[in-house]
């Protein structure tokens, strides 16, 4: 796929060590690769063109700011043609920061941060449950995320 896609070596060392950290200049990611900054900001508007890269996100510590509950929502669906509906109706939910259309016991699993037990269980009782085409859904709470990283991409070529 890279290939197609033209990444080089170089485009996956960039894309390793910026989703490490996403706040380093482009001079010292130059420095850091052999290359000159200006040759960092070429690449990394390609990769942006080319759909590689979708952004930069800030890491924040949720617990510090009030959001308590991490939870993973498995939603049955009555029927897999209700997909694009219903997630068009999660999506509305702001709580819900990630949803997959999956395989296996779920047709659907969501991600949610609520600042509280109250909080998820509203979404629960009062949002979820009011969405048609969902049969219903089984709730997996975080109690500790042990580690979370970034895919080492610099291996692939």
Not at 20 to 49: C, M, N, P, Q, W
Not at 129 to 144: A, F, N, V
């Amino acid at each position: 796929m890279s290939h197609s896609l033209n990444i080089d070596k170089l485009d996956l060392q960039i894309i390793s060590e910026m989703s490490t950290d996403a706040g380093i200049s482009y001079a010292e990611l130059g420095k850091k690769l052999f290359v000159s900054g200006g040759t960092i900001h070429v690449r990394i508007k390609k990769l942006h063109e080319m759909g590689v890269i979708q952004g930069t996100r800030l890491q924040v510590n949720l617990r510090a700011i009030g959001y308590d509950v991490l939870a993973f929502i498995g939603i049955y669906l009555e029927k897999s043609s209700l997909y694009e509906n219903v997630a068009r109706q999660l999506l509305k939910i702001p709580q819900i920061v990630r949803l997959n259309y999956t395989t296996g016991a779920y047709s659907m699993f969501a991600e949610i941060i609520c600042r509280d037990s109250g909080e998820l269980r509203k979404i629960l009782q009062d949002d979820l449950q009011h969405i048609k085409g969902i049969e219903r859904t089984e709730t997996i709470i975080s109690l500790e995320e042990s580690f979370s990283r970034p895919i080492n991409v610099s291996e692939v070529i």
